[in-house]
C-alpha cells in the first residue's frame, strides 16, 4: 500500500546541483523519517544522509557540507539538496522510509526504486 518514490536524479558536471526528492504515499501517516542511501556499480550500498520523524539529521563526512536534507511534512517528502558535486557521488540514489500508517500498530521501512546521478568530470 506504501509506496516510496525518488525524482530529481539527472547527470551533470562536477561542480553542479541536483535536488532529489523522496515522496512516500498510500496512507494517512502518523510519523515518518526518511533516509538516503546510494549504491554506485560494483559497491555496497551505504548510508548517505537521512532525517529522522523528529527532523534530526544525521550526514555522512563525505557529502557533509554538500548535501542538506529539508522535509515536508505536508507532502510527506524530503528534498535533497546536492551541491559541488563530484564525480564520486555518481550513484544510483534509494530513499529509505520507515513510517506509521495512521491506525497502524508498526513502524515499517519501505524502499523505493532509486534514481540516478551521474557527474561527469
Known amino acids: 500500500q506504501v509506496q516510496v518514490v525518488e525524482s530529481g536524479g539527472g547527470s551533470v558536471q562536477g561542480g553542479g546541483s541536483l535536488r532529489l526528492s523522496c515522496a512516500a504515499s498510500?496512507?494517512?501517516?502518523?510519523?515518518?523519517g526518511m533516509w538516503w542511501y546510494r549504491q554506485a556499480p560494483g559497491k555496497e550500498r551505504e548510508f548517505v544522509i537521512?532525517?529522522?520523524?523528529?527532523?534530526?539529521?544525521n550526514v555522512e563526512e563525505p557529502v557533509e557540507g554538500r548535501f542538506t536534507l529539508s522535509k515536508d511534512n505536508a507532502k510527506t517528502m524530503v528534498y535533497l539538496q546536492m551541491n559541488s558535486l563530484r564525480p564520486e557521488d555518481t550513484a544510483t540514489y534509494y530513499c529509505?522510509?520507515?513510517?506509521?500508517?495512521?491506525?497502524?500498530?508498526?513502524?515499517?521501512?519501505?524502499w523505493g526504486q532509486g534514481t540516478q546521478v551521474t557527474v561527469s568530470s
Open positions: 529509505l522510509t520507515n513510517a506509521r500508517c495512521r491506525g497502524a500498530s508498526l513502524w515499517q521501512a519501505y
Open positions: 498510500g496512507c494517512d501517516f502518523d510519523g515518518y
Open positions: 537521512g532525517i529522522n520523524n523528529a527532523g534530526m539529521t
